[in-house]
């Protein structure tokens, strides 16, 4: 079993920024690829950016593409997402999860939340 602990989240001004971390414990997370997914007041849970294990591969939605960057510290089992430049829009739950598909493969990634195993308990972010 994978345990999720996000951390990070709170109220930002305009254009302003923070910082998600997501913690993992219970196994090694350093083989699996990783994402963060959101969800608004009212809204779908929606795909915000995943990353491959070794971390050499991501992948945005594009209503945060050049603005929101994933990244992971292996070592310290732990994902991130820096975000900058947050709109009124980016207001929601957020999530980290682990994917345990594509296993072995260094490339791999996935935008699909059904394709994701272990799932925190989210991190509010209001605008």
């Known amino acids: 079993q994978v345990q999720l602990v996000e951390s990070g989240g709170g109220l930002v001004q305009a254009g302003g920024s923070l910082r998600l971390s997501c913690a993992a414990s219970?196994?090694?997370?350093?083989?699996?690829?990783m994402g963060w997914f959101r969800q608004a007041p009212g809204k779908e849970r929606e795909f915000v950016a995943t990353?491959?294990?070794?971390?050499?591969?991501?992948y945005y939605a594009d209503s945060v593409k050049g603005r929101f960057t994933i990244s992971r510290d292996n070592p310290k089992n732990t994902v991130y997402l820096q975000m900058n430049s947050l709109k009124p829009e980016d207001t929601a739950v957020y999530y980290c999860?682990?994917?345990?598909?594509?296993?072995?493969?260094?490339?791999?990634?996935?935008?699909?939340?059904?394709?994701?195993?272990?799932w925190g308990q989210g991190t509010q972010v209001n605008y």
């Open positions: 219970g196994r090694t997370v350093s083989s699996y690829a």
């Open positions: 999860a682990v994917t345990t598909g594509g296993v072995g493969i260094s490339n791999y990634y996935s935008d699909y939340d059904g394709s994701y195993d272990y």
């Open positions: 990353i491959s294990w070794s971390g050499g591969n991501t």
